[in-house]
């Protein structure tokens, strides 16, 4: 979801370039950490919570359909309808990365979370047929 956004590189190009003294291992370190630390704070202001901003423009856009059947206009009704698409877009896009990375977070171990994984997958394959 990140790579889609046209401002994740800048973010990484100014992080990167960021000097680090000491050898060059230090210096790798120090960028990843800051590159690290720098896309925390860029997703927190261009992301946020995506849950609560879909809460807050469907309860604005309940209240811009109440408007709209007085003024009769939709110009606002439509703008908000688009960006609550957008918001359901990243928050699907989330929910297929959030198991992706409890994956790399376990690790490809039989662990207690794979085998109910894979017993949760059997028994769903069983009720289909």
């Known amino acids: 979801m990140w790579q889609e956004d046209e401002r994740c590189s800048e973010v990484v190009d100014l992080a990167w370039k960021r000097f680090f003294p000491g050898n060059p291992m230090v210096q790798v370190e120090g960028k990843i950490k800051e590159c690290q630390a720098k896309l925390k704070q860029w997703s927190r202001t261009s992301f946020g919570n995506i849950t609560c901003a879909l809460k807050e423009k469907k309860e604005q ?3 811009a359909k ?58 769903e394959i069983e009720l289909r047929n």
């Open 66 to 123: 109440q408007k709209a059947i007085k003024d009769g206009t939709m110009e606002t009704v439509n703008g908000l309808k688009w960006e609550i698409n957008g918001l359901l877009i990243k928050e699907e896009k989330m929910r297929k990365q959030r198991p992706r990375a409890l994956w790399l977070q376990e690790g490809d171990q039989n662990t207690k979370f794979f085998h109910n994984k894979a017993s949760y997958n059997i028994r």
């Open 61 to 63: 856009l309940r209240q």
